[in-house]
């Protein structure tokens, strides 16, 4: 093993996840200050784990790790499966969780009749893997904000998004017709980080399987 | 309309000066390797048939292809890779040469790359192929091979990772699946994918081979791994198969790469063709693995011809990537001297400097009608001297 003084680089995606995985790392015992005190800072070093937390959206989460530049990312698995890529993802975090689902408008018989369906969403990979795996042609149009509004203005039969409660689904009227898939926080690490530092890297994955 | 004659696909790029020599230094050395263990040099069609990368063993993803039609209709594919063109090659051209073969290469491949995630389209590979023989020093060739190519440039920050295709393929024998989930499991043990590899096994059963199967991404590492991997699931093939592995893994140490090897047992390649020992090579600052290989012992007889053979191929512009960053990256040198002559002399002064180029200083021509804009022109450039010829040359240093 030759020694490597540079710190483990980690990115987090901002927000949400972010907070649960500081919390995680103080539950390991590592001292978080300077995260939780970052200001406008968007490389804050965690000196006493030997690790650098990079702040990022979830996108660049995948697009930093799987270019190395970062060694490891937490990121949902929701992006995880809209962008694909090649990294390990090796633990569920257990944070983060919420689900990808089909709904549609109350009572409207998605499944019924022979027409080719439309689906608005912002995840178009998911859907489109989604329908494949059942055989179904379909027509998907990507919507960047408030997806319930396209069925509401029958620019849609249906959407597949992220489901928290359930909430604003029905209070706009659809339902949930079925689940897609779980979605949780994943720690994912880059291929090449995973064999160049593997001592340093299974150290922590076990503190944080052990943590978690 | 919108202008694209200005700009390059999505993926390539032009090079220039300093990385061009960054890259032709790095394929020379890369040909002296392989030429000094007596591999000779093919070059394969920049563009094959498509059903080249469409059958068996060697089906390459087709969004992953460059596609083209040529004039009967018939489809044609920018090469992708270069040993399936070369198994072809052997398979027709080289049948009744003498074995074994030692063919290196040194060419462009072509992958259609998901957009604006910042991978290369354009990718120069070197490589050799082993062909017809099936003998752990052939395994050892190309390995040794392998890791001198990998530190040709960089004499520390490596890793040679090794592992074995069959011992995954030994273990999914086990269990009653369908092909498809094969393929899953395939998938999420390649990706160290623990949460979801654990789920998916759950569901087919519990026995030794599920089990064995659940810890196969995590056994990589040193020497430790063949115990380890003994322990978890054991019978006359799998022994067999840890025991070549670690006399490989041995040997390489004992070349003097202690502690650059490294084994790991979940390694099960996208590419197919693969069938035994199977390796990758790592460089610090490249986020991907820059060198692959491995023994195919089927491939080459998928084209009606049976070899076996073995071989590796490494990236080219990684590594010139890297030597460009550091210091000792050749540079693009100014010209040594630049030689004008007035109008009657125009003719004498291109004598000089070629004369002056023959004796082995790189020269320019001036092209200026008046020596103060040859002058100045050296001086931008930072060329140091100045020959100025008329009935006899003068000699300025500027």
């Known amino acids: 093993m030759y020694i490597m003084n540079k710190p483990i680089r980690i990115a987090l995606t901002k927000g949400r996840l972010e907070k649960d995985t500081v919390g995680l790392l103080e539950k390991i015992g590592f001292d978080c200050t300077t995260v939780r005190e970052k200001g406008r800072k968007l490389i804050l070093p965690i000196s006493d784990a030997n690790l650098e937390v990079v702040l990022a959206k979830a996108n660049d989460v995948i697009t930093y790790v799987e270019h190395g530049v970062c060694d490891m990312g937490v990121v949902g698995k929701d992006t995880i499966m809209e962008m694909g890529g090649s990294f390990f993802e090796l633990v569920d975090l257990g944070f983060g969780r919420c689900r990808f689902a089909l709904a549609a408008k109350k009572g409207s018989g998605f499944y019924g009749g022979y027409d080719i369906k439309t689906i608005a969403t912002k995840y178009p990979n998911v859907a489109r893997a989604y329908f494949e795996s059942k055989g179904m042609d379909l027509e998907i149009v990507k919507i960047e904000g408030s997806v319930e509004l396209a069925p509401l203005l029958e620019l849609s039969d249906g959407i597949v998004d992220i489901v928290e409660t359930g909430t604003t689904l029905k209070e706009n009227g659809l339902e949930i017709i079925e689940d897609i898939a779980p979605i949780s926080a994943r720690l994912i690490v880059n291929t090449v980080s995973m064999k160049l530092r593997q001592a340093e890297i299974e150290k922590l994955v076990s503190l944080v399987e052990a943590n978690l | 309309m919108k202008r694209y004659d200005l700009i390059t696909p999505e993926g390539t790029k032009d090079l220039l000066f300093d990385e061009c020599l960054s890259r032709r230094a790095v394929e020379n050395r890369f040909a002296e390797i392989f030429k000094s263990h007596g591999y000779s040099e093919v070059v394969t069609t920049g563009i094959e048939f498509y059903d080249v ?285 630049i030689v004008f002559g007035e109008k009657e002399n125009v003719l004498k002064a291109v004598a000089y400097s070629n004369a002056l180029a023959k004796s082995g200083m790189t020269v320019e021509n001036s092209l200026f009608e008046t020596l103060e804009e040859t002058r100045e022109y050296a001086r931008k450039k930072g060329i140091s001297k100045l020959y100025v010829v008329s009935n006899e040359v003068k000699e300025i240093d500027l």
């Open chain 2, 53 to 337: 990368f469409n059958k068996g063993s060697r089906s390459i993803p087709q969004e992953q292809l460059y596609k083209l039609v040529d004039s009967k209709g018939r489809l044609i594919a920018m090469r992708p890779d270069s040993t399936i063109p070369i198994a072809r090659l052997v398979a027709t051209r080289l049948k009744d040469a003498e074995m074994p073969l030692r063919l290196y290469y040194i060419q462009t491949m072509y992958e259609n790359n998901a957009l604006l995630k910042g991978h290369s389209d354009e990718i120069v590979q070197a490589g050799i192929e082993l062909i017809g023989s099936d003998s752990k020093k052939a395994d050892f060739e190309v390995l040794s091979t392998a890791m001198e190519t990998l530190t040709a440039f960089e004499k520390d920050k490596f890793r040679l990772e090794i592992g074995t295709i069959g011992f995954f393929k030994e273990l999914i024998s086990k269990l009653d699946i369908d092909e498809n989930t094969a393929e899953e499991i395939r998938y999420l043990v390649s990706n160290k994918n623990y949460p979801a590899l654990n789920d998916l096994l759950d569901g087919i059963g519990n026995n030794d081979a599920t089990r064995a199967l659940k810890q196969l991404p995590r056994l990589f590492g040193g020497e430790e791994v063949f115990e380890r991997a003994s322990k978890l699931f054991s019978d006359e093939k799998i022994e067999k198969m840890l025991s070549d592995l670690r006399f490989v893994y041995n040997s390489l140490s004992k070349l003097g790469y202690e502690g650059k090897i490294i084994v790991d047992l979940g390694t099960v390649n996208r590419v197919d063709y693969y069938t035994g020992i199977v390796f990758r090579g790592y460089l610090e600052g490249i986020g991907e693995p820059v060198l692959s290989g491995g023994r195919y012992n089927k491939l080459i007889s998928e084209f009606g011809f049976d070899a076996a053979a073995t071989g590796f191929g490494i990236n080219v512009n990684a590594v010139s990537s890297l030597l460009l960053k550091s210091e000792n990256a050749p540079r693009t040198k100014v010209s040594d001297a």
